[in-house]
């Protein structure tokens, strides 16, 4: 009898031992899912706004080149529109992005903030120089986010 005690409580004990270790490989499968979706949640937040960056400031060059230029103010009408376009798209990655990636939030802003800089520019060389920091800018915040 007493053998039959302890066969009941080993087998109670195997099935308790196992039951742990399924669960632990379940909750690590499933915390390692969440980190490989967070990941490629943040790639596509990043990638979103390094193409919205882009279109923005092509858009910004061909306004203010025809602005500086004053040549077609139908062009720069058309230019203008698109330039609001693509500004407004920035929005939404930049917000996701700094919700997902937090620490990439400063670095993202200062692209954006560089990007935005082609407005106003006093001349064609200054506006030269706006978009090389702008596209300098968009240029760290890639690295930073292969970084992290």
């Given at each position: ?44 937040a990043l ?7 882009a279109d ?93």
């Amino acid at each position: 009898m007493f053998s039959a005690v302890i066969a009941v409580i080993g087998t109670l004990a195997g099935s308790v031992v196992a039951y742990i270790l399924q669960e632990r490989a379940g909750r690590a499968a499933r915390a390692d899912a969440r980190a490989a979706d967070q990941a490629k949640e943040r790639l596509a937040a990043l990638t979103a706004l390094v193409s919205a960056l882009a279109d923005h400031r092509r858009a910004m060059w061909v306004r203010e080149d025809l602005r500086l230029t004053g040549d077609a103010p139908e062009a720069y009408a058309a230019a203008r529109a698109e330039s609001h376009a693509t500004r407004a798209a920035i929005t939404a990655p930049l917000t996701m992005l700094a919700i997902l990636a937090p620490e990439l939030a400063p670095v993202a802003r200062e692209a954006a903030d560089a990007t935005y800089a082609l407005r106003g520019a006093p001349d064609p060389d200054a506006l030269t120089a706006r978009r090389t920091e702008a596209i300098a800018a968009v240029d760290r915040l890639i690295a930073e986010g292969a970084r992290n």
